[in-house]
């Protein structure tokens, strides 16, 4: 079993959708929950970061923590399609031994 | 923007031949890493540093090696670069939360 698991896409929407994004993981210690986006040749940017279990929200953005279920997600509200790109998961112990999803690619249909 | 900056952007080298890519970091963070990221393959760590002169491997080290003289600045050295090394490099540090922060990435493409 992969230690973080992402569903790669691509997930296609129309312009003003809800997305939701989502990752699994195995490993139970796991403190530190994040997402990034990162845009073609781009490097990856943080958009959320989480500690422990528990919702986020930033803008159109809500980060989900589920540590029970060991699930996270990534909800983005009125979908742009400047939102069109592929979104990591991270987790990571104590802020060190970061570990990252495959990522998943997201396309917003105008 | 955590103040990370990547050189060079992009290289082309020949087989055989050493690559040097340098991360710098403006905000003395204590934790930089060096990440590849390939298709199928996501980010992997390479190699990271936990202070000046204090580094360890990641998970794909084999054929790397780094060395940090200074808080600010990160180099990661292909001693002979080989082409299943073509790949784009990130640097990374930790910011004062526990979260990670990536460079611009640096493209090697290895002939």
């Known amino acids: 079993q992969k230690e973080v698991e992402q569903d790669p896409g691509p997930l296609s929407v129309p312009e003003g959708a809800i997305v939701s994004l989502n990752c699994t993981y195995s490993n139970s210690a796991f403190q530190y929950f994040m997402w990034y ?24 953005f809500t ?34 031994n970061f570990v990252f999803g495959p990522g998943t690619r997201l396309s917003v249909l105008p | ?26 905000e003395n963070h204590r934790y930089m890493y060096w990440y590849r990221q390939d298709p199928g393959h996501g980010l992997r760590l390479i190699h990271y540093s936990y202070g000046v002169k204090d580094t360890d491997k990641g998970e794909v080290s084999d054929g790397y090696s780094v060395s940090r003289s200074k808080t600010e600045d990160f180099l990661l050295t292909l001693e002979s670069a ?18 990670q922060y990536f460079g611009p990435g640096t493209r090697l493409t290895v002939t």
């Open chain 1, 63 to 96: 980060a989900q923590v589920d540590k029970s279920s060991k699930y996270i997600s990534l909800f983005i509200r009125d979908s742009q399609p400047s939102d069109s790109a592929t979104y990591l998961c991270a987790m990571s112990f104590y802020g060190q």
């Open chain 2, 82 to 99: 080989t082409s299943s090394q073509t790949s784009v490099y990130f640097c990374a540090i930790t910011g004062g939360a526990g979260e």
């Open chain 2, 1 to 26: 923007d955590a103040g990370i900056t990547q050189s060079p952007r992009h290289k082309v080298t020949e087989t055989g031949t050493p690559v040097t890519l340098r991360c710098h970091q403006t």
């Open chain 1, 37 to 60: 986006r990162q845009y073609s040749r781009k490097g990856p940017e943080l958009l959320m970061y989480t500690y422990s279990s528990g919702n986020k929200e930033d803008g159109r």
